[in-house]
């Protein structure tokens, strides 16, 4: 399969510990993109890369929230302190020369 | 503030009757608009785009869309509605990157 992978796809976590969630993108494809998505809302834009370039970055994306994209391929999105407030869907993205947006399957966060 | 508004939380249709789902935009310049289906545990899945060009836009699995400037609107429409359409859909404005709107959540019924 060469779509979005997503891992883990589901992790439940104590408040106050730190998760690490991982993203592989479409192998040709130079952009990837981080979306939120709480129960019964739609995803909301948290920050996206141009091969590793950083490029934007949401207010909602706290200073307990990094993203890395080291080598312009995979992307790790790490939540430092997790909160009850962080539980949602975490869905990456990624595009290539058009402007359709791939996803993958969502890790969903739980913090207990 | 450039958005787009989805003013049903669900929509109820009978199988083979057509379908209607509703979006509308308030965005400056041209709008680059989307339609995504959200499947349970599956990923959000491409449906059809208007960037510019012919209002009507066929899409997959038989859906299309109508870009109205004139109502600032971009429906979803299908002829004949599947037990299979039933799932959540997204209109989506792109900037850079995807503003969603909230989903309307579509029921076929046998």
């Known amino acids: 399969d060469t779509g979005v992978s997503q891992n883990p796809r589901h992790k439940i976590t104590k408040r106050g510990q730190n998760v690490t969630f991982r993203c592989d993108p479409i192998?040709?494809?130079?952009?990837l993109y981080w979306y939120r998505q709480t129960l019964g809302q739609g995803p909301e834009f948290l920050t996206y890369f141009q091969n590793e370039a950083q490029l934007e970055k949401s207010r909602l994306l706290s200073d307990r929230f990094s993203a890395e994209r080291p080598k312009g391929s995979f992307s790790t999105l790490e939540i430092q302190r997790t909160e009850q407030g962080d539980s949602a869907m975490y869905l990456c993205?990624?595009?290539?020369?058009?402007?359709?947006?791939?996803f993958g399957p969502g890790t969903r966060l739980t913090v207990l | 503030a450039q958005s787009v508004a989805q003013p049903e939380d669900q929509v109820n249709v009978a199988e083979g009757n057509p379908l209607t789902v509703k979006c509308t935009y308030s965005v400056s310049g041209n709008p680059y608009l989307f339609w995504y289906v959200q499947y349970p545990n599956r990923g959000l899945q491409f449906l059809l785009k208007?960037?510019?060009?012919?209002?009507l836009v066929k899409g997959s699995y038989g859906f299309e869309a109508e870009f109205n400037k004139s109502q600032t609107s971009f429906h979803l429409k299908k002829p004949s509605a599947l037990v299979s359409d039933s799932a959540l859909y997204f209109c989506i404005y792109n900037f850079n990157k995807f503003y969603f709107g909230s989903g309307t959540k579509l029921n076929v019924k046998p």
């Open positions: 208007y960037i510019t060009g012919d209002n």
């Open positions: 192998s040709e494809h130079n952009r």
């Open positions: 993205a990624s595009s290539g020369i058009g402007d359709e947006q791939f």
